[in-house]
């Protein structure tokens, strides 16, 4: 073996620990961070108290005003989590790429998704936070109902964001094995829900309709996954002993 390709060799074996003990920095991280992101997830979500239904527009102006003060800080909390959220998917996409075999760089479409989910979030919340901090106390009823209406379909648009990242997030389990193989299946059940969220789109009353129950069922199941791939993020062995067992 020449000199030079002793050297190279060297260099790439004094390379790889280092970058172990990063990918997996980075994975234990990501962990508490999605962990962080539930708790500050399911605090915003119930927060302010149960929302006004679709048909209940004569209700919505008395929410404004009586929950002002939970709803405002509820916004804050959830731009908060969402922050610390895009931060858990790039270390979960990170931790894919570190266990990848195949070079095919799964987790972009993830994080493509997620940021989509994101920015809806923040709109959402934007036009919320607007009504809710001085329109409400005017007293004009069609305006606060308009602004209720456009926040919701803001937060409901977020489910087709969200069914693409955890498409993606199911496909990246089967192909790089980095979370338990479960998680993929349970992953397209929640991009499944998130998607027929949408139908609170067109729905004037009832289960799916805004303030519905279901609108509480795609959140919370997507907080659930995130927590329990947070959970093992935080326990799973490095990507190294992994493989090697």
């Not at 539930?38 to 119930?46: K, S």
């Not at 998680?183 to 004037?204: E, R």
Request: hydrophobic share 55%; glycine share 10%; charged share 10%.
């Amino acid at each position: 073996m020449t000199p030079e390709l002793t050297h190279t060799a060297f260099e790439t074996t004094r390379r790889e620990p280092r970058m172990s003990v990063t990918v997996d920095r980075v994975r234990r991280l990501g962990g508490i961070v999605g962990i962080a992101f539930v708790v500050l997830g399911v605090i915003a979500i119930f927060l302010p108290g149960t929302p006004p239904k679709a048909d209940e527009v004569s209700k919505i102006a008395g929410y404004f005003t009586d929950k002002r003060g939970s709803i405002l800080a509820s916004n804050y909390l959830t731009c908060l989590a969402f922050a610390l959220f895009l931060l858990f998917v790039g270390a979960l996409r990170s931790y894919f790429g570190g266990a990848d075999p195949t070079g095919v760089r799964p987790g972009s479409t993830m994080l493509a998704g997620a940021v989509l989910a994101v920015s809806t979030i923040f709109a959402g919340t934007a036009v919320l936070n607007g009504a809710v901090f001085q329109v409400a106390s005017a007293g004009d009823a069609n305006l606060n109902h308009a602004l209720y209406d456009i926040a919701n379909d803001l937060f409901l648009a977020t489910g087709f964001g969200f069914a693409v990242m955890f498409v993606d997030a199911a496909a990246s389990v089967r192909i790089t094995a980095a979370l338990p193989s479960a998680m993929a299946p349970t992953a397209l059940a929640v991009a499944l829900l998130n998607l027929v969220s949408g139908v609170g789109f067109f729905a004037n009353s009832g289960f799916f309709a805004i303030g519905g129950t279901f609108t509480f069922i795609p959140p919370l199941a997507s907080l659930i996954w995130i927590l329990v791939a947070s959970i093992i993020m935080i326990r799973r062995a490095p990507i190294g002993r992994s493989l090697a067992a």
